[in-house]
């Protein structure tokens, strides 16, 4: 079976790695990070992940400005998007399942637990080999 | 008793114009005897030009040797002529005219007599006539000592007016200091009060309160200035908190963002730990487990200051407390009934809509119900009830007379929580809702929640109070909101 390809978009650098150091140690996941938002769109069209977890407050682009490039785009149009954020209001934390600007969103900090469910609901479903 | 300054205009206008009527009345009183005087002098001078030309009449008789009969012929007709003179005269009063009547008889009676006098003359020859001439000349000078004491009298007369004039003046000259010492006292000086102050209020001391203790309209104007100013202190104070919320607000966001971040990393690297070989290590399981417990904990936290930043704006729409109130049940119920507690309510049909963020007031429900629950983890019973309550009372000002006429009144929606769990211990039912402040110890969250609920309840000018039940175990919880636009 082929493993599910994850692309992490985040400016913190430690967080990615982890990210990717947990996800991988499940075996079921190939991720790939990006820590700017500016080569997020070039990272998915080369990568083409089954889902994209993208960091909304970055420096450089913001979050919701990657997910407007990667909509756009007819090659990337498909890809699901799940923002991974610390910009959590309140009423996005009372109502589990939410949307942020449309997307289904993760409340940092969460555990590799949370992420796998998210990434198992959200994620392209890879035919079957 | 109220006086209004209508009333107190009014009371020294009619004041004056008693004064003035009296004082016309007292002038027609003297010009009344004065005139009665003057009417006597004139009457009696008449009377002595009269008697002055029959003197002469009679002189000129008495000078000639041997009265005739024909002397008293010229004598009546000269009586006549006089006569003729009266009733020429054109009186100015009744009683002149009288006098003159009086008078105008008397001679004709002389006349009558000097008539008669040629027969009486042939008779007693002229020993008469010296007679009546002594008789005439006493009837003068009587006549003249008369009109001097008619004189003496209108002296008396205008002595007596002028000092009741001069009475009438310093009266009035009193009146009118009465009259601006009083307006000085009660209109005036309150409005310099009331105008120094409000010069003080606007230069933004809120305290500054003025003392008016009077029951007219300056008086309840006054009552209105100290609640006027105390509703600016309380509305300068809720804006500097607003405007210190919202600083907190975005400190909080901002500081949600930063601390979440690196918890990311703790969450995510206890993760990665937790997976490593020597994570099957008791010590190191405890102190993974110890990281991300930690984190948890520090993230809850945040969130109930994000929860926090995020009620100090307000969705306010009409609605029905009632629907509220069931709404919270149900999302509830699973609790209730897990935690086997039977639920009355007795909720007022028809009860007024209230101005609310339903959210929020849904908040402060599931807070208070959720705090229940807890309270009663062996079953028990929760009792729900609203109600409305009208209140009317008087403007609370320690300057102003009570008894005056500035009445207010508010209709109020009461919904009251009330549940047979354990109570609050006493020493902290004040400190409940004090941030971060918990009963339950480390084990509870981050005990935000009655702080919270206290802010919504205070923006929506509502107020709340907890009290534990004094006859039979639990707490009650009162919730009271006004119900706008009420008259």
Redesign the interface.
């Known amino acids: 079976m082929l493993k599910k390809k994850i692309l992490v978009v985040d400016d913190?650098e430690?967080?990615t790695r982890?990210?990717k150091?947990?996800l991988e140690?499940s075996g079921e996941y190939e991720v790939r990070t990006e820590n700017k938002g500016v080569n997020a769109l070039g990272a998915a069209k080369e990568f083409r992940p089954d889902i994209i977890l993208l960091d909304i407050?970055m420096p450089d682009m913001s979050g919701s400005e990657v997910l407007k490039q990667v909509k756009a785009d007819p090659f990337t149009r498909s890809i699901p998007v799940v923002f991974?954020t610390?910009?959590?209001?309140?009423?996005n934390?009372l109502s589990p399942g939410g949307t942020i600007d449309g997307q289904p969103f993760i409340?940092?900090?969460?555990?590799?637990k949370e992420m796998i469910e998210c990434i198992e609901k959200y994620s392209k479903k890879r035919p079957s080999l | 008793m109220k006086l209004n300054i209508n009333t107190k205009i009014g009371g020294v206008f009619l004041i004056f114009l008693l004064e003035v009527l009296s004082l016309f009345f007292v002038y027609d009183v003297f010009n009344k005897e004065h005139e009665y005087y003057v009417d006597e002098l004139r009457e009696e001078m008449l009377e002595l030009k009269l008697i002055n030309q029959l003197q002469a009449a009679l002189g000129q008789i008495s000078g000639k040797e041997g009265l005739k009969k024909q002397h008293f012929e010229v004598l009546s007709t000269k009586v006549e002529s006089l006569i003729g003179v009266l009733d020429l005269w054109r009186f100015n009063a009744a009683q002149e005219a009288e006098a003159f009547k009086k008078t105008k008889e008397d001679y004709f009676k002389f006349k009558d007599a000097a008539s008669k006098m040629p027969v009486i003359l042939s008779l007693t020859e002229n020993n008469y006539a010296g007679q009546l001439i002594e008789d005439v000349g006493k009837f003068y000078s009587a006549a003249e000592r008369q009109a001097s004491k008619i004189n003496a009298g209108q002296d008396k007369v205008k002595n007596k007016i002028n000092k009741v004039m001069a009475i009438g003046i310093l009266f009035n000259i009193a009146l009118i200091f009465c009259a601006i010492v009083y307006f000085r006292l009660t209109i005036s000086r309150p409005l310099i009060n009331l105008k120094s102050a409000a010069f003080e209020v606007g230069k933004g001391n809120f305290d500054k309160k003025v003392n008016i203790k009077l029951n007219d309209e300056i008086g309840e104007l006054g009552a209105v200035f100290n609640k006027m100013t105390e509703g600016l202190k309380v509305a300068q104070a809720q804006l500097i908190m607003a405007e210190k919320m919202e600083l907190v607000s975005k400190l909080a966001r901002g500081v949600a963002h930063e601390v979440k971040n690196p918890l990311a990393v703790i969450m995510q690297g206890a993760d990665y730990l937790s997976a490593c070989s020597f994570a099957k290590d008791e010590v190191c399981s405890l102190a993974i487990n110890g990281i991300t417990e930690a984190a948890k904990k520090a993230d809850t936290t945040i969130n109930g200051l994000l929860e926090f930043a995020s009620t100090r704006k307000l969705d306010i729409k009409l609605l029905d407390i009632n629907s509220i109130i069931e709404n919270s049940l149900l999302l509830v119920k699973y609790q209730l009934e897990k935690s086997n507690i039977t639920v009355n309510t007795e909720l007022k049909k028809d009860a007024p809509n209230i101005l609310a963020d339903k959210n929020k007031i849904e908040q402060v429900f599931l807070n208070f119900l959720a705090n229940a629950i807890e309270s009663m983890p062996d079953g028990g019973q929760l009792k729900i009830r609203t109600y409305t309550e009208e209140r009317t009372g008087v403007i609370d000002d320690p300057h102003y007379k009570k008894e005056a006429n500035l009445k207010f009144m508010e209709q109020l929606e009461v919904a009251e929580i009330e549940d047979t769990g354990y109570g609050l211990p006493e020493d902290v039912i004040h400190k409940i809702f004090t941030p971060f402040f918990s009963t339950k110890g480390d084990e509870g969250g981050a005990s935000l929640g009655l702080w919270i609920v206290r802010n919504i309840v205070e923006m929506h000018n509502a107020k709340m109070k907890i009290e534990n039940n004094k006859d039979s175990k639990g707490k009650k919880v009162t919730l009271i909101f006004k119900v706008e636009g009420y008259k």
Request: proline share 4%; glycine share 0%; charged share 20%.
């Open positions: 913190q430690l967080f982890l990210v150091l947990n140690a407050l991974v610390a910009l959590v209001k309140k009423e934390l409340a940092k900090p969460a555990r590799t």
